[in-house]
C-alpha cells in the first residue's frame, strides 16, 4: 500500500526523524509532530521538503489532549484521509533511587500511554468510515521485560501494548 497522508509524532529525531525522511517522497504529505520548540523539527521537515513531500509541521505535546486534537484537526481538514499514523512520540524517564519522586512514573505515563490515546483515537473515525488505514504504535522490549531502572518505563509500554492490542481487536473488521 502506497502511504499518501502520514502523520509522525515525535518526528524530529530518532525513530521519528529517521521515519519521516523515509516516507518524503513526491505525493507524499506529512504531519510532522514534536514538542521541539528549536529549530530540530523544521531541520527534518526541510530534508522531507527536499525529497518532495508536502509537510506540515505542529508543535504540541501529545500528553495534552486538546494540543494533540487540535494538531490532528487541522491536519486531517488539509489532507482528508490520512492513511498511516505513527505514534512515535515516548520519554524515557528513570526514577530517582530513592523512589520519592512521583512524577517521573507520571510523565512515563502521561506520554507513552496517554500521548498515544491522544495521537490514535481522533484518526479512527475517519479510518473506519474508509475502511483504510494504518495505526502504528512504537512501543519496546522494555515492556516485554523491565531492568532495575525502568520499572515507570516498562509499565507505560507494557500498557500501550495491551491497549493497543485491545484496539487492534475492535477495528479489525475495518
Known amino acids: ?5 502520514i502523520f509522525i509524532t515525535g518526528a524530529s529525531s530518532g525513530i521519528g526523524e529517521a521515519l519521516s525522511i523515509l516516507y518524503a517522497t513526491q505525493g507524499v504529505t506529512l ?3 514534536s514538542t521541539d520548540t528549536s529549530k530540530t523539527l523544521e531541520d527534518v521537515a526541510n530534508k522531507c521538503r527536499a525529497k518532495g513531500a508536502e509537510v506540515f509541521t505542529y508543535n504540541a505535546d501529545v500528553s495534552v489532549k486538546s494540543s494533540i486534537t487540535e494538531s490532528v484537526s487541522d491536519f486531517q481538514t488539509k489532507v482528508g484521509n ?10 524515557a524517564l528513570v526514577e530517582d533511587s530513592d523512589f520519592i519522586e512521583t512524577e517521573i512514573p507520571m510523565q512515563n505515563m502521561q506520554v507513552n500511554y496517554f500521548g498515544v490515546i491522544n495521537t490514535i483515537l481522533p484518526f479512527v473515525a475517519h479510518m473506519k468510515k474508509s475502511k483504510a ?31 493497543s492490542e485491545g484496539l487492534r481487536l475492535r477495528l479489525r473488521s475495518y
Not at 1 to 5: D, L, Q
Not at 82 to 91: D, E, K, R, S
Not at 152 to 161: D, E, G, L, V, W
Request: aromatic share 6%; no cysteine; proline share 0%.
Open 1 to 5: 500500500m502506497k502511504y499518501k497522508n
Open 31 to 33: 504531519g510532522l509532530l
Open 82 to 91: 490520512t492513511n498511516l499514523v505513527i505514534a512515535n512520540a515516548g520519554v
Open 133 to 163: 488505514g494504518h495505526l502504528v504504535i512504537i512501543s519496546s522490549i522494555s515492556s516485554l521485560r523491565s531492568t532495575h531502572n525502568s520499572g515507570a518505563y516498562s509499565a507505560s509500554k507494557a500498557a500501550i501494548n495491551l491497549w
